[in-house]
Antibody, heavy 119, light 108 residues
Framework: QVQLVQSGAEVEKPGASVKVSCMASGYTFTNYGIHWVRQAPGQRLEWMGWINAGNGKTKYSQKFQGRVTITRDTSATAAYMEVSSLRSEDTAVYYC????????????WGKGTTVTVSS | EIVLTQSPGTLSLSPGERVTLSCRASESVISTYLAWYQQKPGQAPRLLIYGASTRAGGIPDRFSGGGSGTDFTLTISSLEPEDFAVYYCQHYGSSLLTFGGGSKVEMK
């Protein structure tokens, strides 16, 4: 079955970086995109950016441009999202989700990775 | 950047009731790129509706989407106990995705 498996919870100090992985299975990885969405405690969903898994092109929300890097490894059928210069406001659950090109929605989601930023 | 405003923020309803949630865009959007998600506590969102009105795979037909231009709706014809959750609309435009603030449907 189609699934996205994310890496485990992380605890980081302010100023550090964190890299979250998202392993895809059950479909042709390069035929879809991978989006990254985060959700701070009690807050709305916030789209961060996405990668075309076929050609590796990326697009970021302006809010995260320059601080977030999304990559993929087609041989591993995995996508990665790195956030640098972490601050307490980055404490959130980070989700990866499969992107459907024609409709630009997300039809399969990972279970989420909790990132806690604390000194 | 297009802003999506959802209303109401919270509704308290009973099983069996009909509910209509609103998603209003700050400017006219392409219906093809309007989607709705359901999120339960501690879970990832689940795609319900895409293209404004097409149900995703496995979604019961009590869920329906509609609208065009700046005004879109998600209707649940008869609430089941498992439908109490937060619902988000989402739009794609100019290479960017945005989510609305969500509408919470809670049990009365």
């Amino acid at each position: 079955q189609v699934q996205l498996v994310q890496s485990g919870a992380e605890v980081e100090k302010p100023g550090a970086s964190v890299k979250v992985s998202c392993m895809a299975s059950g479909y042709t990885f390069t035929n879809y995109g991978i989006h990254w969405v985060r959700q701070a405690p009690g807050q709305r969903l916030e789209w961060m950016g996405w990668i075309n898994a076929g050609n590796g092109k990326t697009k970021y929300s302006q809010k995260f441009q320059g601080r977030v890097t999304i990559t993929r490894d087609t041989s591993a059928t995995a996508a990665y999202m790195e956030v640098s210069s972490l601050r307490s406001e980055d404490t959130a659950v980070y989700y990866c989700a499969r992107g459907v090109y024609n409709f630009y929605c997300m039809d399969v989601w990972g279970k989420g990775t909790t990132v806690t930023v604390s000194s | 950047e297009i802003v999506l405003t959802q209303s109401p923020g919270t509704l308290s309803l009973s099983p069996g009731e009909r509910v209509t949630l609103s998603c209003r865009a700050s400017e006219s959007v392409i219906s093809t790129y309007l989607a709705w998600y359901q999120q339960k506590p501690g879970q990832a969102p689940r795609l319900l509706i895409y293209g404004a009105s097409t149900r995703a795979g496995g979604i019961p037909d009590r869920f329906s989407g509609g609208g065009s231009g700046t005004d879109f709706t998600l209707t649940i014809s008869s609430l089941e106990p498992e439908d109490f959750a937060v619902y988000y609309c989402q739009h794609y435009g100019s290479s960017l995705l945005t989510f609305g603030g969500g509408s919470k449907v809670e049990m009365k």
